[in-house]
């Protein structure tokens, strides 16, 4: 019921009812039972009514848990640490196509140590930290798999259209050291070298709630800069795989159309053959801000539809369109720091032509300026549109509001101001927050 699960002992509403601290073998092995009991019920009832199911594992987001069987499997698979490893994805990236060529490999932040700068004891945490990781992704796969499996079985597999993709880039949260307990992190704490290491032998399993160092989301992103939180495309660009015989003639193929999340229920929509209602029971829908895919899945020259895309979080913005990005990483501050503010004045801009340099490699700001405002208009244009305003970047207040909605408590209101924005003859302004103190209730 929250952003993180523990896989072992996860808390539950199931069919309305709370089932707090059910112990298990894995929760996505859970999930992917329910969902085939949900699957096979729903066509024994009537094997010609649609379905729409939402298969959300916890699994890649910390804590990174994986049963015993598992966790094994990938010793000796990391020792060769982040760098090399960046190295090997890009040059399997470029095997399979799914980067261009020219590809070049962003630079290793300077926050992140090279891993031949470190020490044997700190390199034997880390790649076990990495190991882990990577015995969850594969019994994620697996559970996956078996949904799959179910679908192939009752002959409803060519006729389902299926995504597969994530929420965000990967996770530089753990910090400069992983953790064995992500409340280290939460609190805005860095987990000491000796505390890990107490927990090495039993990194992955029920008695930790583990993630590990930032430098693996870093490789875990190649070709990209940075991590989840920012709007870098280490931050934001997602794999997404469809699958729909019945649907798309061509197999195995690969899209490079821009597209966003927001894309995906327009493309159920059209696939579907449903409009958007304009009411629903008397009230109005928002329209959509997506676009269908649809027109790609056997037109791989296909142009884009999509021209513009905007990005925002916690301060972090970024605006895509037509082959270029400006992005800022607000107050440069790295995702393992949770509690930073600064003035959205003081950040600096980059530009990027992404079709041309796809990882971000090469900033051209300075080469070209006036692109580079003419972008940053139009994210402010973007953000008008799409209610992004008040830009407000205390995370801790931010994420402690969800709260306040979730339990009925009343935060005090945001400030806003007009600052001047663009140039005066058009003014135009944009909105800012002021500094604003809240009581937080604990729960």
Not at 44 to 60: H, R, V
Not at 279 to 290: A, L, M, R, V
Not at 301 to 312: F, I, M, S, T
Request: proline share 5%; charged share 25%; aromatic share 10%.
């Amino acid at each position: 019921m929250a952003a993180d699960v523990h896989q072992f002992v996860p808390v539950l509403w199931d069919d309305h009812h709370p089932e707090p601290y059910r112990r298990t073998e894995h929760l996505d092995k859970d999930l992917a039972d329910r969902a085939n009991q949900w699957i096979t019920g729903h066509k024994s009832l009537d094997k010609d009514l649609p379905f729409m199911m939402l298969w959300a594992s916890g699994s890649m987001h910390s804590p990174h848990h994986a049963p015993d069987s598992y966790l094994d499997k990938y010793k000796g698979k990391f020792d060769q640490g982040w760098d090399k490893v960046r190295e090997q994805i890009l040059e399997n990236q470029k095997k399979l196509g799914i980067v261009p060529a020219n590809t070049k490999l962003s630079a290793r932040i300077k926050e992140i140590p090279a891993w031949n700068s470190l020490d044997a004891d700190h390199k034997k945490l880390y790649r076990r930290q990495m190991e882990v990781f990577a015995a969850q992704l594969e019994y994620c796969d697996v559970q996956i798999g078996r949904v799959v499996n179910t679908l192939e079985r009752i002959g409803e597999l060519d006729n389902t259209l299926i995504f597969v993709t994530s929420d965000n880039g990967a996770s530089g949260e753990g910090g400069l050291a992983g953790t064995f307990n992500e409340t280290y992190v939460l609190n805005g704490m860095q987990t000491p070298f000796d505390a890990n290491m107490r927990h090495l032998d039993h990194w992955g399993q029920t008695d930790t709630y583990p993630h590990y160092h930032a430098g693996w989301a870093m490789a875990g992103n190649t070709p990209f800069p940075y991590f989840k939180q920012s709007s870098h495309r280490g931050g934001q660009a997602d794999a997404l795989v469809i699958h729909w015989p019945n649907g798309i003639k061509a197999k195995g193929e690969i899209r490079t159309q821009y597209h966003h999340i927001s894309d995906i229920a327009p493309t159920i929509m059209e696939a579907a053959g449903i409009e958007r209602p304009e009411e629903y029971h008397g009230i109005k829908q928002q329209p959509f801000t997506g676009l269908p895919m649809n027109y790609s899945f056997d037109n791989a020259d296909a142009p884009n539809a999509k021209k513009v895309q905007y990005y925002e979080m916690f301060g972090n913005r970024a605006i895509w369109a037509d082959g270029w990005k400006a992005v800022t990483l607000h107050g440069k501050r790295m995702p393992w720091i949770v509690n930073s503010t600064t003035p959205f004045e003081d950040d600096v801009w980059e530009l990027y032509n992404v079709n041309e340099d796809f990882s971000e490699s090469t900033d051209l700001a300075k080469k070209f300026p006036q692109k580079l405002e003419e972008l940053k208009t139009l994210w402010d244009q973007e953000a008008v549109k799409n209610n992004v305003y008040p830009l407000y970047d205390d995370m801790i207040k931010r994420m402690a509001a969800i709260n306040d909605i979730l339990f009925g408590t009343k935060r005090n209101s945001c400030t806003l101001h007009q600052v001047p924005f663009a140039s005066r003859k058009k003014r135009q302004y944009r909105l800012r927050t002021a500094r604003i103190e809240s009581k937080r209730r604990l729960i």
